[in-house]
């Protein structure tokens, strides 16, 4: 059992905390939200992540697990401090680390013995050293201490699971000893550590975030070229899976990336190589695509309502930027929503647990009840998450409600031939449009 602090109680600082409290250790959180932790003091989760509030509540039963404002409390008895809070877009793309200064500060006026600074947020090459200059330069008075970068690549949704069985730990620090403390805390989860310095740790993370946003985009492209040539994405895209040197995740054409990490990752990626010299077309194609996108879907909900949008219902099927979250953070689905109502289009969507976060910043759009209210009199629909409750909708009934029977599939979660029997005129990404409206080649 170790004593740990967890500054920042969002999506990657809950998880986290809540996991490490789940294997036995001593775990207070710290956010600087008063409502959040006036909520979770009082075991509710204040976002949405299958099994967390459970495991909150159970560890908190359990006396293992203490949330508070107060970084001093927190840090009492704490070996290791985990560092947890966003690092959002700049205006520039770059990475804002202004949450993590104010977490070093924190963290260096409440020290009153030796812990270990654990930076688990998502920052640029070179934020370690950065983090232990402002440690050092806040402390009243020298106490020994060491930062550790130890990158987090869990996914919303599945954050637990991810948590408890990762394909790797990564560990960087300029402390060897520090890194085999880190390393030791992660025993438990039975997995492949790797060990590196600082600066390999923090680009391990940006690497492979953009390298899964490649993957995205370059699906999507294809798709793109699959529709003009006839060709269907879905297989291509299982085709080239069962190839090991590929691989099958992150191959699903749709509207894109979105979430709170990729859009910004591969964006302050592009900006640490500006600054330093580089041209990374790569990267400005991934982010190129990406917006295409979203224009795609806005495109095809046009031609398919007759070419004009003014007036038009359009219900938007998932707000969510993907599937079991409530995160809408650079949510395909509500820029694509502004997108719509500039060409005078009367927007409405619906998502099973993303329309309380909707509602606050999105007072636009209309929101329905269920995906029946959503499709009642609408022109057209756009799939934008391909959560389950989709997949097993009553197709007919949709048909018989809808103003004019129109389906734009942005995550391909339809069948082809099943939505054209049933009357739909009905496009997907990456699928032949001819084809599907009926019209042949
Ligand atoms: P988030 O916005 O959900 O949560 C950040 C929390 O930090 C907020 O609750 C905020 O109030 C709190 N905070 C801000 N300043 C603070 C301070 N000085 N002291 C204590 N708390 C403070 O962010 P997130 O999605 O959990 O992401 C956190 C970091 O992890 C980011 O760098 C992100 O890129 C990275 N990351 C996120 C995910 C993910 O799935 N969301 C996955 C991997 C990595």
Known sequence: MRNLAVAGTGYVGLSTGTCFADMGNNVTCIDISEEKIAMLQRGEAPIYEPGLNEMIVRNMKAGRLHFTTNYDEALQDAEFVFICVGTPSGVDGEADLQYVRMAAESVAHAMTHSVI????????????????????????????????????????????????????????????????????????????????????????????????????????????????????????????????????????????????????????????????????????????????????????????????????????????????????????????????RNEGALVSGYDPVAMRNVSRSDPYLRLAEDAYDLADGADALLVCTEWNEFKQLDLPRLHSIMRQPIVVDGRNIYELERMRALGFAYRAVGRSHSDSEGNGV
């Open 117 to 340: 600074v654990i930076n688990k947020s998502t920052v640029p090459v070179g934020t370690g050293d950065w983090v232990a200059d402002i440690v050092r330069r806040s402390q009243p008075e020298p106490i020994d201490f060491a930062v550790v970068s130890c990158p987090e690549f869990t996914r919303e949704g599945s954050a637990l699971h991810d948590f408890m069985n990762p394909d790797r730990v990564v560990i960087g620090s300029r402390s060897a000893e520090a890194a085999e403390k880190v390393a030791q805390l992660h025993l438990p989860l039975r997995t492949r550590i790797i060990m590196t310095d600082l600066r390999t740790a923090e680009m391990i993370k940006y690497a492979s975030n953009a390298f899964l946003a490649t993957k995205i985009s370059f699906i999507n492209e294809i798709a793109v070229i699959c529709e003009k040539l006839g060709a269907d994405v879905e297989e291509v895209a299982e085709g080239m899976g069962f190839d090991r040197r590929i691989g099958a995740h992150f191959l699903s054409a749709g509207l894109g990336y979105g979430g709170s990490c990729f859009p910004k990752d591969v964006k302050a990626l592009e900006h640490m190589a500006l600054v330093h010299g580089s041209h990374p077309a790569l990267l400005r194609a991934v982010i190129d695509i990406n917006r295409d996108m979203r224009r795609w879907a806005v495109y095809n909900l046009r031609e398919m309502v007759g070419g004009k949008l003014d007036g038009k219902k359009i219900g938007l099927m998932g707000l969510a930027f993907k599937p079991n979250t409530d995160d809408i953070r650079e949510a395909p689905a509500l820029e694509i929503a502004h997108m719509l």
